[in-house]
């Protein structure tokens, strides 16, 4: 159990954005993420590499935070993406992520808890 806890700090540590010491609200997000699997496929910043040194399965966040900055509307519709997958004919990610598509994530994290999270990504590019 003690090394289950010391891992899950380093990874939480090792996720958490890299200009700032994290905030309280960033170690929640981070362990919900966590405990959700969403850092299975996905990294906080850029650059990191996913399984075996490959690019990772989904967008660094700070990815995702850029490209929907200006997007009305994009904390609904990313929390759509999450409870309810993404198509793969139509991954706007190429080239950045490994992965096709999203997959549903109803059975991992409650609708509440995806919201939260999502707006707390979204904020990340202005945490720079």
Same mark, same amino acid.
């Given at each position: 159990m003690? *090394? #289950?806890?010391?891992? #899950?700090s380093g990874l939480l540590i090792a996720a958490a954005p890299a200009c700032a010491a994290p905030s309280a609200t960033d170690n929640a997000m981070l362990k919900l993420a966590s405990? *959700?699997?969403? #850092?299975t496929c996905h990294h906080v910043e850029a650059g990191a590499k996913g399984p075996e040194g490959l690019p990772p399965i989904g967008?660094?966040?700070?990815?995702?935070?850029?490209?929907?900055?200006s997007t009305p509307g994009a904390a609904e519709q990313l929390t759509?993406? %999450?409870?309810?997958?993404?198509n793969p004919y139509s991954s706007h990610w190429k080239g950045k992520a490994s992965g096709l598509a999203m997959p549903p994530n109803e059975v991992a994290i409650?609708? %509440?808890?995806?919201r939260q999270l999502v707006d707390w990504i979204l904020k990340l590019d202005d945490k720079k």
């Open positions: 003690k *090394s #289950l806890i010391c891992s #899950l405990s *959700s699997g969403c #850092l967008p660094a966040w700070r990815d995702v935070a850029a490209k929907y900055k759509r993406t %999450v409870m309810t997958g993404s409650k609708e %509440v808890d995806a």
